[in-house]
């Protein structure tokens, strides 16, 4: 098998992983305001500690790079919103729901699948070291994925997606993972310099993300202390996780 | 910096911290009575710097010990949790402007001097990684102790207090700082093995107070994705600033 689609396939097992995400809410029962609250304060933690990981990386690479990426993250969700928000509420459809909570969803998908782009790349460069740990990272980088999948059924599954769509969605927002991957891979040292741009933007995103929708959501829905507690333990063991894979 | 006494250092930028806490009656004594979106700014502008810190310090102790650094982070954050429930302002909101009941007074100002008390924790840690660095950290937090001394000056200057003891008063729950900064300094300069532990209790003590303190009313206060920009751009700034440790 050519190195080519041997990076692809592994860079699409690693995007079906994102899917194993949707399982933990089989487990959830009723949807209540509480579960909301709890569920954001979730995706609220997964994200800010997945952002965590990529400064420090993208920082590894070039600190201003990293934080030029940021600001672009940021400008793109701003640019996503004010689109959205063009809409009226009855326009605005997805799924059963519609009007903000339809925005919302709509707006998490967008913001999870532009950050596997610049996930893509950064698998596509580490595989352009030689395909010997391929399995090793391939394997690392799926289980980092299933995180995300969580995050975005996190805010799905409230709003009355199936289980079974969560997973969907959760995987296609992680399907640009192998389509950066294999140019990245092909042309490492065109792509290099771009990668703490890309980290930056994704985290960028994913922290605006959590602090104009997650958050503020729910602070509304739950007791602030129990969003804070679940939030801060989510971060520390997202980075944890990171750390040990 | 005084030379051959890092202890010195310490108690100077720690002390320093605390001082600008005054500055934060400045606002009121120009402008009167602050506008609600200004008090919401200025929790923001207070906790990004705060999450900025937070990461540098999380960043470390993923260095030095990271199975260390997540018990202490839950250590940290059940710490916070215990000092609130045990004094009674578990889900207190420090920014009920015009609550004038005499519990109110003194559970802010006291909510206030726990929250200085971690500050200085983090920066007894921050100073024991390297001087520069946690000059850097200590400078970080002395900028933060403005907003936060905004906000405790509009309560209490709503309550009668003067602008001059109001500003005193916001120096004075900031002084713990000092004190654990140096006895942090002290303690684990001589237990060096602790020092992992205790960068993960500052980054889970500042993470839950960002998330239970600042965040929360900032997004009644000011419009979600302002709270959002000024957040991530002070937090931002301590990322492009500090010094690398």
């Not at chain 1, 692809?8 to 809410?25: E, N, R």
């Not at chain 1, 997964?46 to 990426?69: I, K, P, Q, W, Y």
């Not at chain 2, 960043?59 to 609130?84: F, I, K, P, Y």
């Amino acid at each position: 098998m050519s190195d080519v689609l041997l990076v692809f396939l592994y860079a699409l097992a690693t995007a079906l992983a994102t899917g194993l995400g949707a399982l933990p809410f089989l487990f959830v029962g009723e949807i209540s305001d509480r579960v909301l609250a709890n569920s954001h304060a979730l995706a609220a933690g997964l994200m800010l500690g997945a952002s965590f990981g990529l400064v420090s990386e993208g920082t590894a690479h070039g600190r201003m790079e990293t934080l030029g990426g940021t600001v672009l993250g940021v400008l793109f969700i701003l640019v996503a919103q004010t689109l959205l928000e063009d809409y009226d509420e009855e326009e605005l459809v997805f799924g059963a729901a519609r009007g903000e909570s339809a925005r919302k969803m709509l707006l998490m998908l967008v913001v999870m699948t532009v950050h596997s782009f610049s996930e893509g790349v950064a698998v596509g460069v580490s595989f352009g070291g030689g395909v010997t740990l391929a399995t090793v990272i391939t394997v690392a980088i799926a289980v980092h994925n299933i995180p995300e999948g969580v995050a975005i059924s996190a805010v799905m599954r409230p709003r009355g997606v199936s289980v079974a769509k969560c997973a969907g969605w959760s995987v296609v927002s992680s399907l640009p993972q192998p389509l950066m991957a294999v140019p990245a891979f092909l042309f490492v040292e065109a792509f290099r310099p771009a990668l703490p741009w890309g980290l930056g933007f994704a985290a960028g995103a994913m922290i605006f993300m959590v602090l104009v929708e997650l958050l503020p959501e729910a602070f509304d829905e739950g007791r602030r202390a129990s969003v804070a507690t679940l939030t801060t333990v989510t971060i520390v063991a997202m980075v944890l996780f990171q750390r040990f894979l | 910096m005084p030379n051959g006494e890092p202890v010195l250092t310490v108690l100077l930028y720690a002390s320093l911290a605390a001082l600008t806490a005054s500055l934060g009656a400045v606002p009121h004594a120009i402008r009167g009575r602050l506008a609600l979106p200004v008090l919401g700014w200025a929790n923001a502008l207070a906790a990004g710097l705060m999450l900025g810190v937070a990461y540098s310090l999380m960043s470390l102790s993923a260095d030095e010990g990271m199975v260390q650094g997540a018990v202490g982070a839950l250590v940290g954050l059940g710490t916070v949790r215990l000092t609130h429930a045990g004094t009674g302002t578990e889900d207190l909101d420090l920014n009920r402007i015009g609550e004038l009941s005499p519990a109110y007074g003194y559970q802010v100002v006291l909510v206030n001097t726990l929250h200085a008390a971690y500050e200085g924790v983090a920066i007894g840690a921050a100073m024991l990684v390297s001087l520069p660095f946690g000059i850097s950290m200590a400078l970080a937090l002395a900028v933060h102790n403005i907003p936060e001394g905004m906000v405790l000056t509009a309560i209490l200057a709503e309550r009668g207090v003067r602008l001059p003891h109001a500003a005193i008063l916001a120096v004075a729950t900031n002084l713990n700082q000092a004190l654990l900064a140096v006895a942090t300094f002290s303690v684990v300069g001589v237990v060096p093995w602790l020092l992992p532990g205790v960068l993960g209790f500052s980054v889970g003590a500042l993470l839950y107070l960002v998330l239970v303190e600042l965040l929360p009313e900032s997004y009644h206060q000011a419009g979600r994705t302002s709270i959002a920009v000024v957040t991530l751009v002070a937090m931002a700034m301590v990322v492009a600033l500090g010094v690398a440790p």
